[in-house]
C-alpha cells in the first residue's frame, strides 16, 4: 500500500501535512476524499492552545506517545507540518491502517 499524500518518510520519522480547525464544535481527525488530513479541535488558536489540541488528537489516534509529535511548519496557521519520531516504516504502517480503519466505519 503506497503512503498517503499528506505523508513523507524522513530518515528519523514522519511528517504529516494537515489542515486544522480551531473552535470546533469536537474534536475529530478525518482525511477527505481528496487524501488530504484535517483536523478539528476545540481548542482557540491563541498561545499554542490549538497547536496542542493537534498533537494531543494526533497522539491519540495513532497511538503514540506526546513527546514524539512537534509541529515543525505553520505553527500560527491552520496549515500544519508535524514532525512523528520513530522508525519511518512502522509509523506510516501505522497511519495507513489507521485511514484504512477510519476508512472502513465511515462505510
Known amino acids: 500500500m503506497a503512503d498517503p499524500s499528506f505523508l513523507r518518510r524522513a530518515s528519523d520519522g514522519v511528517t504529516i501535512e494537515l489542515r486544522v480547525q480551531p473552535r470546533a464544535r469536537r474534536t475529530a481527525l478525518e482525511c477527505s476524499g481528496e487524501g488530504a488530513l484535517r483536523a478539528a479541535v476545540t481548542a482557540p488558536a491563541e498561545d499554542g492552545k490549538a497547536n496542542r489540541a493537534v498533537i494531543e488528537l494526533l497522539a491519540g489516534e495513532w497511538r503514540l506517545a506526546k513527546s514524539t509529535l512537534s ?14 519520531a520513530g522508525e519511518p516504516a512502522e509509523l506510516a504502517g501505522r497511519i495507513s491502517r489507521w485511514l484504512k480503519e477510519h476508512a472502513d466505519s465511515h462505510d
Do not use: I
Request: hydrophobic content about 45%; charged content about 35%; overall charge positive.
Open 71 to 84: 509541529v515543525t511548519r505553520g505553527a500560527a496557521n491552520r496549515d500544519k507540518v508535524v514532525k512523528l
